[in-house]
């Protein structure tokens, strides 16, 4: 451990899917710098949609790049691989000290219902959760606007809450907030996720060769007419806060698995 003044701030890693150079985790750094000591560590390219992958054929490369606030210069590396990657780089090799906190965003485009497994911004801290470590992910729900200042004021002040109080363990935040005007958000609601999905279509295409190929065309459908669900507070003109984990067992379906008698003979698979 350095002896910098600093040290009594935490440290906070910023990360994102919409790769180090886009405006979303400019935004982020901008808002999160008065609370506490940042540095970045966030994919080169873009890595929308990239779920939690890992890179694990082709080696992971890591460069410094300049970034910086208003206040100074952020210690700041891109990287080859996806945002779980960059996580996992971060933690182990890059940084000096472990991050107290990893904040993943400000991602362009929400990242509410059935999207959350898709998410790379989701993923990333979702990484962190896994190695024992704070995080929450946080995505504006917009795919043409530009302006982050808004989604960045909330997110400074749900950071700064997490700071003080710490996340149960194994549980991370994802935040999504509405598009609007700071006089125009409604308030914040703590949600669950919406069950919903894609209805998948695909364009069928030819190239110039005369070989077919495919472009993924879905229709995001909402299912849940809950009122206490992520699509609703976004609807309705709330910031939305989901506590998610990454244990996915079904602990609902444990009981109802175990009776089915999968010791009985008859249960057994055929040995011809
Ligand atoms: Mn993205």
């Known amino acids: ?22 405006p979303g985790i400019q935004a982020l750094a901008e808002a999160l ?25 082709d080696p992971v490369r890591a460069h410094e790049v300049e970034f910086s606030t208003s206040s100074g210069p952020v210690p700041a590396w891109a990287v080859t691989g996806t945002p779980t990657d960059s996580v996992k ?10 991050p107290d906190l990893v904040v993943s965003g400000i991602n362009h485009g929400p990242n509410t219902a059935v999207n ?13 959760s896994i190695l024992g470590i704070d995080a ?22 749900i950071v700064r809450l997490v700071l003080r109080a710490g996340l149960p ?14 006089d125009e958000i409604s308030g914040l609601a703590v949600t669950r996720q919406a069950r919903s999905r894609w209805e998948e279509g695909f364009d ?10 495919y472009w993924l065309a879905g229709t995001f459908v909402d299912l849940d007419d809950g009122q206490e669900t992520d699509t609703t507070a976004i609807d ?19 009981d109802a698995l175990r009776d089915w008698g999968w010791s009985e003979d008859d249960s057994e698979p055929d040995e011809t």
């Open 169 to 182: 363990e194994g549980t991370l935040l994802n935040v999504n907030v509405p598009a609007l005007p700071a």
């Open 116 to 128: 959350v497994l898709y998410s790379g911004t989701v993923s990333a801290a979702t990484e962190a």
């Open 236 to 254: 309705r003109g709330y910031v939305s806060v989901t506590p998610l984990q990454h244990d996915l067992t079904a602990y609902d379906a444990l």
């Open 89 to 98: 780089l971060a933690c182990h090799e890059l940084l000096d000290t472990r």
């Open 33 to 57: 710098d008065p609370l506490g000591t940042l540095s970045v560590v966030a994919p080169e390219s873009e890595q929308s949609a990239v779920g939690h992958a890992i890179t694990v054929r």
């Open 136 to 157: 929450v992910a946080v995505s504006l729900c917009d795919w043409s606007s530009d302006d982050f200042a808004v989604a960045g004021r909330w997110t400074r002040r």
């Open 1 to 22: 451990m350095s002896d910098s003044p600093s040290d009594d701030l935490p440290h906070i890693l910023l990360c994102n899917d919409d790769g180090i150079a886009a």
């Open 204 to 213: 069928t295409r030819t190239d110039p060769a005369d070989r077919r190929y």
